[in-house]
């Protein structure tokens, strides 16, 4: 793995999103068990729940996807592994994929920045409890961002090893290397 993991700023982003997750995690349970509580024990159901779940629930949707993004656990059909059995080919798929990915992600990047500011332009609100939904909105030009700088590193990361060279940032000894990457190359 990169040294840039060890970085600061980069645990700083992992806890800001744990803590996000964490949060909205335990506020949509607390929802979702208070309006059944209210709903099937007490017969009294809390009109707009739903809107505010929802709202809570994008933010953890797209702060788990980054997440899995940064640590490379994102959903992927990685067939090429039993289908390549080549360590320099395979590496090369990988970087292409990785290409791909920042690619879309920076398209993601690109429509999340038109929603959000449609969003904020529009200023539309929730139907029940009127709230501004920009405060949902935005996480997902927020997820975005993490997205594409995550894939940056991951293609960064695949197009150094696939060149022979040590992934940046790493110590001169040439002992940092992803955890599903083929070794293919002494660093010199």
């Keep these: 793995m990169l040294a840039i993991v060890n970085t600061k700023a980069w645990r700083f982003l992992g806890i800001l999103q744990k803590i996000i997750m964490v ?4 506020a949509i349970l607390t ?6 509580l209210l709903r099937y024990v007490f017969v009294m159901p809390l009109m707009g729940v739903e809107e505010v779940a929802t709202m809570v629930g994008f933010w953890l949707y797209f702060m788990g996807a980054s997440w899995g993004t940064a640590e490379r656990t994102h959903i992927k059909a ?3 592994q039993a289908v390549v059995k080549d360590p320099r080919k395979l590496i090369w798929i990988k970087v292409f994929t990785s290409v791909l990915c920042v690619i ?3 398209m993601m990047l690109y429509w999340g920045w038109g929603y959000t500011v449609w969003g904020y ?3 539309q609100v929730s139907p029940t409890l009127r709230l501004p939904m920009i405060y949902s909105q935005v ?7 993490l997205m594409f700088f995550y894939f940056w590193v991951e293609f960064i990361d695949y197009f150094l090893q696939a060149t022979g060279k040590i992934p940046m940032d790493t110590p001169g000894d040439g ?4 955890v599903d990457a083929p070794v293919i190359a002494n660093a010199k």
């Design 78 to 80: 990685d067939v090429m």
């Design 23 to 26: 949060i909205s995690s335990m």
């Design 104 to 106: 879309l992600s920076g």
């Design 31 to 36: 929802l979702v068990l208070v309006q059944v």
């Design 139 to 145: 996480s997902i030009f927020i997820g975005a961002i």
């Design 175 to 178: 002992s940092c290397q992803p």
């Design 121 to 123: 332009t529009k200023m």
